[in-house]
């Protein structure tokens, strides 16, 4: 009977997660976003500059390479694909320098998406499955802040720009785009785009219904087994 009665009373605890207060009753209030219009953030064009310069100059020594092997006979022709695949990397790159100079990321305010270019494919996300959040570099990243820091260069700030749809999430710095006042309006305006459709904020909601569904559902199971063995 007593071992009825906490079955019970964990069926009652469990029944409790899913009347917990929800973040929809909470308002916030965030500033009008534009109607329509797109806004384009362009690549640093020092950056593109230094991938065309690259490019352009590796191209033909690597030409020149695989000539002078190809003229040098059969026997040589084992470095060839040595020499063959960085081609097929050099152009590529340098294609994709003149799309990251119109913009690396765009938001388009008419059809509700932030667009992310993303070598040669254009990554759209909805507004509402949109969340933006601050990044921070990586292990070697961090050594070369520090370097940075040393001889008194502005650090590099981070901005991770997430589908909740999707595993994957794109992250931009302030590197990357065409200057820092580009880097600063865009987080702005993603930060604002977050606030007002709240994807993270419902993504958490749904895994927490999820949770609490998995536990009322483990505890339904436990009293079941228990019951079972109770009478047998």
Do not use: W
């Not at 976003?33 to 690597?62: D, Y």
């Not at 040393?150 to 302030?174: E, F, H, P």
């Amino acid at each position: 009977m007593n071992e009825m009665n906490m079955n019970d009373n964990q069926l009652e605890a469990a029944s409790q997660i899913t009347d917990m207060p929800s973040s929809n009753n909470i308002s916030v209030t965030v500033p009008e976003l534009p109607e329509s219009g797109v806004h384009c953030f362009p690549a640093n064009p020092k950056q593109v500059l230094r991938r065309r310069i690259a490019t352009l100059v590796l191209f033909p020594l690597l030409v020149a390479v695989i000539v002078l092997l190809i003229g040098k006979g059969s026997s040589y022709y084992i470095l060839l694909p040595v020499f063959i695949i960085p081609i097929f990397v050099c152009v590529p790159v340098f294609i994709q320098t003149f799309l990251i100079a119109k913009y690396r990321v765009a938001i388009d305010y008419s059809n509700k998406k932030v667009v992310l270019r993303y070598m040669f494919r254009l990554l759209p996300i909805a507004f509402e499955d949109f969340d933006a959040k601050l990044g921070e570099p990586d292990q070697v990243e961090r050594l070369l802040v520090r370097a940075k820091s040393m001889v008194g260069k502005s650090q590099r700030m981070y901005l991770i720009l997430d589908d909740i749809n999707s595993d994957a999430c794109y992250q931009t710095t302030s590197e990357d785009l065409a200057s820092v006042a580009d880097f600063l309006t865009l987080k702005e305006e993603t930060f604002l785009i977050s606030q007002k459709y709240r994807a993270h904020d419902r993504q958490s909601e749904i895994e927490k219904e999820d949770m609490a569904d998995d536990a009322i559902a483990k505890l339904v199971n436990d009293v079941l087994d228990s019951n079972k063995m109770y009478r047998e």
